[in-house]
T-cell receptor, first 114, second 113 residues
């Protein structure tokens, strides 16, 4: 069974640009979660999608947005990039509506802002 | 607000010995789950063990076990017979029925031969 896949592995952008990160969940999982892991700050919850809809959102500005496609894959978009957006972005998936089920993580996308 | 606190930024243990990683949390909810995740240098977060809040019995997975003290809101991880492959960042996490996973800041575990 294929795990959660994320692309690209590494993304380099400059301030003010826009970044798009992609995630494919485990087959059968309909919930997708995005987390930001900045150096020294642990993981911060960004977004949760389920069945194509945004279900919950962390304390991030509106320039962080995303969507979930009919095949349950997801995109995270970050507009007007700032230096502090440099971080590892992790995607996770789980079975729908089952918050007690563990979330399975991808390898992450390392976003570097120059 | 819900919080998860890991007060040990770094820990070390000798191979074959036992180490305990601490975690405390705060929530007003009565229904939640607790997890320990491991993140090796390869970056991928791997589930180590989970605990249902309504269960008093401590969860165990092979060499990994937890000491869950609900009243004290404490959830420590014990690793027995430590192996070199156990070296990683360990994150304690709390999940509520909103599906929001709240992580601690992590404990870096080093294992010495």
């Amino acid at each position: 069974e294929a795990g959660v896949t994320q692309s690209p592995t590494h993304l380099i952008k400059t301030r003010g640009q826009q970044a798009t990160l992609r995630c494919s969940p485990i087959s059968g999982h309909t919930s997708v979660y995005w987390y930001q892991q900045a150096l020294g700050l642990g993981l911060q919850f960004l977004l949760w999608y389920d069945e194509g809809e945004e279900r919950n959102r962390g304390n991030f500005p509106p320039r962080f947005s995303g969507r979930q496609f009919p095949n349950y894959s997801s995109e995270l978009n970050v507009n007007a990039l700032e230096l502090e957006d440099s971080a590892l972005y992790l995607c996770a998936s789980s079975l729908a509506g089952r918050y007690n089920q563990p979330q399975h993580f991808g390898d992450g996308t390392r976003l570097s802002i120059l | 607000a819900q919080t998860v606190t890991q007060s040990q930024p770094e820990m070390s243990v000798q191979e074959a010995e036992t180490v305990t990683l601490s975690c405390t949390y705060d929530t007003s909810e009565s229904d939640y789950y607790l997890f320990w995740y491991k993140q090796p240098p390869s970056r991928q977060m791997i589930l180590v063990i989970r605990q249902e809040a309504y269960k008093q019995q401590n969860a165990t997975e092979n060499r990994f076990s937890v000491n869950f003290q609900k009243a004290a809101k404490s959830f420590s991880l014990k690793i027995s017979d430590s192996q070199l492959g156990d070296a990683a960042m360990y994150f304690c996490a709390l999940i509520l029925n909103t599906d929001k996973l709240i992580f601690g800041t992590g404990t870096r575990l080093q294992v010495f031969p």
